[in-house]
């Protein structure tokens, strides 16, 4: 058995929009300054310790097959070793199976956890209060070096942590014609890239049916490259928490009123809707965070911000960000979430 461990790093950003400051400076009572969480996460990344957040679960994850198969093609004297061992025939390889878990480097330092735990639960509110959105927290703290345990709650737990990854175990099996087969077995971890992160599932059963599940936690990374980027990950959450209901509304009804057979082509309704939850959560923080963190973070350099923007319009999955900007600038961040909630496919329609 041949074991590799690799190690990749992506990062995903953000955008920023600018809008006019009117509508906004009433959030809130008062204004705090969180310059020193600037200078804190300027502070060179500290190695530490993975602490495992979950279980290792079996399925399918495409980054992590997408870094496996790159690891092979990256290694051809590995890849000739193997088809030597196969007797010089020509090879095909398969996926056997492949388990992954979370796993994350706590914030050991107390200053900064405890001033980002408050910017955390500041901005928020501010956000709450000019959208009108119910609070979905139950708790935003930061997770030490212990597993949590499980939520049996109604509300979710925002877990702050220093570093994210996946790890995982990947079995791979090289053949011949001659069924002579090789096991190749890959592990190690691969840096999430997204500083922030809420799932939910969907879930086929054999009549036809489906049905939806969400995790009762969200996770936010607060080291990145970009230090803009930590910042506004809450209110980005916070959005994609808040509108996931209704982005599911619109996974239903694309499954329930098209010609849809495959597991494939559900993948496919799920990914276009991903964009387009991006969409309109890019357009409200690009609307609403400007001006709310320049608040408590003041003289923001704006390099950073034009850096986000630069750099996330890389992505697929934000396809759709900078229409979605444009259309929240012209409706107004209230109007285009009612929209959401009300009739996500017209929001989608606009979008197209």
């Known amino acids: 058995m041949h074991t590799k461990r690799i190690f990749y790093i992506i990062i995903f950003f953000t955008f920023l929009f600018l809008i006019d400051m009117a509508d906004i400076t009433s959030a809130s009572d008062s204004s705090k300054n969180y310059a020193r969480l600037m200078e804190l996460s300027k502070i060179k990344d500290r190695e530490g310790s993975f602490f495992a957040f979950n279980d ?5 994850d495409q980054d992590l097959h997408k870094a496996n198969i790159e690891f092979f093609n990256q ?68 997770l030490v070096s212990n597993r949590p345990g499980s939520s049996e709650t109604n509300g979710i737990n925002a877990f702050i942590v220093h570093d994210l990854a996946k790890e995982y175990v990947a079995t791979y099996i ?10 190749v077995e890959l592990t190690g971890k691969l840096l999430v890239g997204e500083v922030g992160s ?16 969400r995790d009762h936690y969200t996770i936010w990374q607060n080291s990145t490259k970009n230090p803009y980027t930590a910042i506004i990950t809450p209110v980005e959450e ?5 509108l996931r209901r209704y982005t599911e509304r619109g996974i239903k009804d694309r499954i329930e009123n098209g010609e849809v057979n495959t597991l494939r082509e559900v993948e496919a309704i799920v990914e276009d809707w991903i964009s387009v939850e991006e969409a309109i959560v890019g357009g409200v923080v690009y609307a609403l965070l400007p001006s ?16 986000d923007i630069e750099t996330k319009s890389e992505f697929k999955k934000y396809r759709h960000l900078r229409k979605g900007i444009i259309i929240v600038e012209q409706l ?21």
């Open 75 to 142: 290694h051809p004297d590995f890849v000739k070793k193997i088809r030597t061992d196969l007797d010089d025939q020509s090879i095909q390889w398969r996926l056997k199976n492949i388990s992954h878990r979370i796993v994350y480097i706590p914030e050991t330092r107390k200053e900064f956890a405890v001033i980002f735990e408050k910017y955390c639960n500041d901005v928020i509110s501010d956000i709450l209060k000019l959208t009108e959105l119910k609070n979905p927290y139950t708790k935003i703290h930061t």
């Open 332 to 352: 107004g961040y209230k109007k285009s979430i009612k929209m959401y909630q009300d009739n996500p496919i017209a929001f989608r329609n606009l979008l197209m």
């Open 174 to 183: 090289f053949s011949n014609d001659a069924q002579k087969e090789i096991t």
């Open 238 to 242: 916070t959005l994609h928490i808040a």
């Open 56 to 60: 290792f679960e079996k399925s399918f």
């Open 198 to 213: 809420y799932s939910s599932y969907i879930y086929l059963n054999e009549n036809g049916s489906f049905e939806f599940t």
């Open 292 to 307: 709310i963190v320049e608040k408590h973070i003041h003289n923001l350099p704006e390099s950073l911000v034009k850096e």
